[in-house]
């Protein structure tokens, strides 16, 4: 089995958790750009190297352009940044982080940190479509094996698939029992584009966060599970790669221990469908599951607690 350890996680913290995921067997490593961590994941990477505990073809590295650099002149400066940070000359997968971009050429030099700027919201000179050309090229060029997207919806992928030479091999969306996306899980396994879910423990801003929901801490109880290895679980049922991430040893340990629940789906949630959450403030209700599922109790949550 492949485990994935997603990594946004404050500077500092990721080098030892890193080195804790793959002690405990994790292969696919998230990354990105925009996360401000890569150089102490490479500096992981290179120790467990070093210690002859690791080979570069047992892991499955992952990065991501960020939206500052779009523009097609940007796109290999900003993929070879990610690499050297990375210690690493190859990646397994580089997706677009955004179908949007930033600002356009003009404003952007050579990726360097983050800045307020690189995350300001502006309109874009250029689009993802030529972004993409130049993905492929790095793909031509042997330094990534696949490239691939996050945040797409399905008009955004029909128009990238329409034009694209090599075709998008993942998207990572967000994904969990609140937000199942049945569309877009359903066309993406039609076009055979992998599913990757982020956030699989739900915004912990919601009402009932996701870990504190009773019908999932229940269905923990009765498998002898964690209400986190639940929702871990829900995705592999599904036929989805999920990256949790946790800077925890002990939580990152848990998170790996997914095996020895219900392996058939429907065993342990009944439908997909049924876990969605649906706003329907004509009747009367903002949170509602969609055959009684009851992941929020109906009363429990006003449009005005969700409003804030
Ligand atoms: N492509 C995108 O645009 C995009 C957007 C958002 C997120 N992501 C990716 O998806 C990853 C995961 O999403 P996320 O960070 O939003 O949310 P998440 O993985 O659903 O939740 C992370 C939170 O859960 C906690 N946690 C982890 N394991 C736990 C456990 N066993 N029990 C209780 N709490 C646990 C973590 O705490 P500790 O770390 O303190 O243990 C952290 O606070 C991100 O790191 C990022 O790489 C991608």
Redesign the pocket.
């Known amino acids: 089995m492949r485990l994935l350890l ?4 404050p500077p500092g913290a990721v080098q030892e958790a890193v080195e804790v995921a793959l002690d405990a067997g994790y292969q696919h490593v ?1 990354c ?1 750009y925009f ?1 401000q961590n890569e150089a102490e994941i490479g500096a992981a990477f290179q120790k467990k190297f070093g210690e002859g505990r690791l080979k570069r073809d047992e892991l499955y590295v992952v990065s ?1 352009l960020w939206n500052s650099f779009h523009a097609p002149q940007d796109v290999k400066p900003a993929f070879l940044k990610s690499l050297m940070m990375l210690n690493l000359d190859y990646l397994d997968l580089y ?1 677009m ?2 179908p949007m971009g930033f600002p356009g050429p003009q404003e952007v030099s050579s990726p360097t940190p983050c800045s307020k700027q690189d995350q300001s919201p502006t309109k874009s000179s250029s689009t993802s479509l030529f972004s993409w050309q130049t993905m492929e090229k790095l793909v031509d060029e042997g330094l990534v094996k696949s490239v691939g997207v ?2 797409f919806n399905v008009s955004q992928l029909e128009r990238l698939l329409s034009v694209c030479r090599i075709k998008p091999a993942a998207n ?3 994904l ?1 029992p609140y937000l199942t996306q049945p569309q877009l899980v359903e066309y993406c396994k039609s076009k055979g584009i992998v599913l990757i879910a ?7 801003a919601l009402p009932v966060p996701l ?1 504190e929901n009773p019908t999932v801490n229940e269905i923990a109880q009765k498998h002898g599970k ?4 639940v929702l871990i679980r829900f995705h592999i049922q599904r036929g989805i790669a999920t ?6 040893p002990a ?1 990152i340990v ?2 790996a221990e997914v095996t020895g629940m219900a392996s058939k789906p429907g065993a342990l949630f009944r439908s997909w469908r049924m876990a969605e959450v649906l706003l329907s403030p004509e009747q009367g209700e903002t949170l509602h599951t969609s055959d009684g599922w009851g992941l929020v109790p109906k009363p429990s949550c006003t449009q005005q607690d969700l409003n804030g």
Not at 226 to 229: E, V
Not at 243 to 248: G, L, N, R, V
């Open positions: 997603s990594l946004q996680s998230d990105a996360y991501k997706l982080h955004s996050s945040n990572q969306v967000e969990h982020y956030s699989p423990f739900g915004c912990p870990l964690t209400s986190a290895q990256i949790p991430k946790s800077i925890t939580r848990e998170n």
